[in-house]
């Protein structure tokens, strides 16, 4: 079966942001994350495209109706791929809306992602989120959009479970008040000694070439450093590596 | 002035291991690195290729003899560099000789990286050995050359400050014996709580895709794990991830 001129322009319409919204679909590529798709969200398939090989052969294919699986050539394939090297299959998926639960908020660590423009970085700080069980990373609206398929790809599937919302600094801290706002600035106490209150309130990260913006500086609660050794020369440690070291700080301590 | 064919020819030729290994000369780029370089190591400059405005505008480009420095066109600098957008400089640069003090590495904290492929991680696990104060990163022969061009640039000038070698483990356990070898394995024991020997030794870390070789594995002393949270479905840390919090569970428990 070829896919249709129409279908064609719409599945890539989906690469930008815009059309994301307007349909509110986003695109999942790739034989293991489709697959992770289909075992946690079938609900949330809108159609897949795949080589007939892959609908043939794959079980997992059969968690959506047959009238959403198109089987499709390498070359069809191609011409709707975000891949430099298409994998098998596309899915076309909702994006899911997340109602935010202030209780899990209050009681639990989450990130505040503070102009993050990376889309690798981005994807990184996301598995860093599912592997420490991290439920709600929020993202200021000047953060690259967690559906952009280069996110999508880069996050090797924990898109598809850590819980991602859009939000302003100030909102938040409104709607969550007396909630711990930490945040890694130059002057801040060494968090590696810091009396950290447990593992629960919201660590801002700072965008990769500007650190915390003024805005949200304003709102941290706790200012925080990840100090450099005495003799260190860097002067940056990259956004992703910091949200990983301070995870693992706030995260173990309470193990 | 122009740069000659030839000359052209030699630069763009460092893009390849190769001829970096036959001419012992790598590529730095851009404004910030390249006045790094001048100030850390004007010793190894070989030879300065920059926009007029730069060389007139730029005290540290007094630091090298001024028959090393080639004022050129946007377009020449941009035949020659390795940037999508140029920055004014070039530099080519002597790859300098480490010598390896047993003391050193007996007595602080190096890395060997195991079949580390990406640039961009590599460029990034020396941005955190340079934060951490790291004297040895050891390379294992089938990494990314630590001299790539993208790797000199993702590494922000960490790579002119931490120590690259290229060496076998089981040359490095041979050469210092009895040195405490760690290494991240998934039935490893939790590093938050592991005794860590303080700050001395050498962490293994794993390839992206593969994680640690079996070759490397037989020279672990000490199995530890980064342990996900109970909750999580993630099946892996990025290596670089992994590698700062490696770093930053080893080094400021000692601080």
């Known amino acids: ?29 790739g034989d293991k994350m ?50 430099n090297t298409p994998n098998q299959v596309l899915a076309v998926a909702e994006i899911p809306e997340v109602e935010v639960d202030p209780q899990q908020v209050k009681h639990t660590l989450s990130l505040f992602l503070d102009g993050i423009q990376d889309p690798g970085n981005l ?59 930490y945040g890694a600035v130059m002057e801040g106490e060494n968090v590696f000694t810091a009396e950290l209150k447990g593992a629960s309130g919201m660590i801002v990260i700072g965008s990769e070439g500007k650190g915390i913006s003024p805005e949200a500086e304003r709102y941290l609660s706790h200012r925080i450093a990840i100090p450099p050794a005495a003799h260190s020369r860097a002067d940056s440690l990259n956004a992703a590596i910091a949200t990983g070291i301070l995870c693992a700080v706030f995260l173990a301590r309470v193990r």
Chains 1, 2 share one sequence.
Not at 9 to 27: A, D, G, P, V
Not at 43 to 54: D, M, Q, R
Not at 127 to 154: E, M, T
Request: aromatic content about 8%; glycine content about 6%.
């Open 34 to 83: 489709v697959r992770e798709l289909l075992v946690q969200s079938p609900e949330k398939v809108v159609a897949l495209y795949a080589l007939e090989s892959w609908l043939a052969g794959t079980e997992d294919a059969r968690r959506v109706s047959s009238d959403k699986c198109f089987s499709v050539s390498p070359a069809g394939l191609k011409r709707v791929s975000n891949l």
């Open 123 to 181: 994807g990184t700080i996301l598995r860093i989120a599912d592997w420490f069980g991290i439920h709600y990373v929020f993202l200021s609206p000047d953060c690259v959009d967690p559906y952009n398929p280069k996110v999508v790809q880069a996050s090797m599937g924990a898109l598809l479970r850590v819980h991602c919302v859009e939000a302003s600094i100030g909102t938040l801290c409104e709607q969550h008040p007396g909630l711990p706002v």
């Open 1 to 29: 079966m070829t896919i249709s001129k129409n279908k064609e322009k719409f599945i890539t319409s989906l690469r930008l942001k815009k059309f994301r919204q307007k349909y509110n679909n986003f695109i999942v590529e």
